[in-house]
């Protein structure tokens, strides 16, 4: 995949918007609300001038500053940046209490999709049907990588009996997320870059109390502000052998991902159910979950810490909804 097509119209277009930070201090915003906005029928941007230069661009994408996609988005969403509360590197979500976005604010939540770094999933929480949010972050043992270098599998994508997936594929933020808004629910792309995907697939925002919130207390059910069947749907974009609409697994003729639990999200049986999109502090320690091989099998396919993104330790995912009443 190459960076190039990544933030596809900064260059022909340093009109569109992205990140505000307000002059002399910061402003906070929520995705298509604010920062991450189209200009519309504003004739006098400001907004542009936040992120980009015209004629001294220090990278290919005329952002104001050098260094990876991941590195400046995480001027604002990394940890104690500036210009947001959405902290996808704490797992935290700042949207509580008062004063400025992280150094004013001393109260904050669990974000939905967990961290890059560590995450507040407790991924222990022996409660039937529900799992909690810790107040202390722990470190995130797997997550999508977003570095832009980072070369991993695209697990699943391709046709029925293509193997394990896309190999050497790379993400950074703009891969799923557009910078510059498209009015869909947390900015996705409809069709992730890179993916290949012919279709894409439209997640739609739907109202929420202004501003939005983005924190949760329950971290296996993620609200009513979004269809959770276009949001399986999207992640098939990319994991496009995941994705399964049957009531009981049946054979889907591929030698590696042959049987399927179902993800459409009816009943709560979606990707975001189990997984955490960004990052999670599971751990896989017991006998049985530590020497669980990536799909394919193979030598050095294993990893004691490696959790697949799930959101409970071992495979205490699955009594969640597997057990008795």
């Avoid at 933030?7 to 505000?20: M, P």
């Avoid at 307000?22 to 402003?27: E, I, K, N, S, V």
């Avoid at 722990?138 to 193997?163: F, M, Y």
């Avoid at 030598?299 to 810490?305: L, S």
Wanted: with cysteine; proline share 3%; glycine share 16%.
């Amino acid at each position: 995949m190459t960076r190039a097509a990544l933030l596809l119209g900064v260059i022909a277009g340093v009109a569109l918007t992205v990140a505000a930070i307000g002059a002399g201090g910061t402003t906070t915003a929520s995705a298509d609300g604010g920062p991450h906005v189209a200009t519309g029928s504003d004739a006098t941007p400001d907004k542009c001038a936040s992120c980009h230069r015209i004629h001294t661009g220090q990278n290919e994408y005329l952002l104001k500053e050098a260094g990876t996609v991941q590195d400046f988005c995480y001027s604002c969403h990394g940890d104690g940046g500036l210009g947001s509360d959405l902290a996808v590197t704490e797992g935290k979500y700042y949207g509580y209490g008062s004063g400025e976005p992280y150094g004013g604010k001393t109260t904050y939540g669990a974000l939905r999709g967990g961290g890059f770094e560590s995450a507040l999933i407790d991924t222990d929480d022996a409660t039937f049907d529900f799992i909690g949010a810790l107040t202390i972050g722990e470190p995130t043992q797997s997550w999508h990588t977003v570095d832009g270098t980072t070369a991993g599998t695209l697990w699943g994508n391709g046709a029925i009996g293509s193997g394990v997936g896309l190999s050497d594929f790379t993400l950074d933020c703009g891969s799923c997320h557009n910078p510059h808004g498209n009015g869909q629910f947390r900015i996705l792309r409809p069709i992730p870059t890179g993916s290949g995907a012919a279709v894409g697939v439209n997640v739609t925002d739907w109202s929420q109390p202004s501003p939005k919130n983005y924190g949760v207390t329950n971290y296996l059910y993620m609200g009513a502000d979004v269809s959770l069947l276009e949001l399986s749907e999207w992640c098939s974009t990319c994991h496009t052998r995941y994705l399964s609409t049957s009531t009981e697994p049946v054979d889907t003729g591929d030698a590696i991902y042959t049987y399927q639990h179902r993800s459409d999200g009816s009943s709560n049986r979606a990707c975001v159910t189990c997984h955490a999109s960004h990052g999670t502090n599971a751990l896989m320690t017991g006998s049985y979950s530590s020497s669980v091989e990536w799909p394919g099998g193979g030598t050095g396919t294993t990893d004691n810490n490696n959790s697949r993104l799930l959101k409970m330790d071992n495979r205490g995912i699955c009594v969640k909804c597997h057990v008795d009443k």
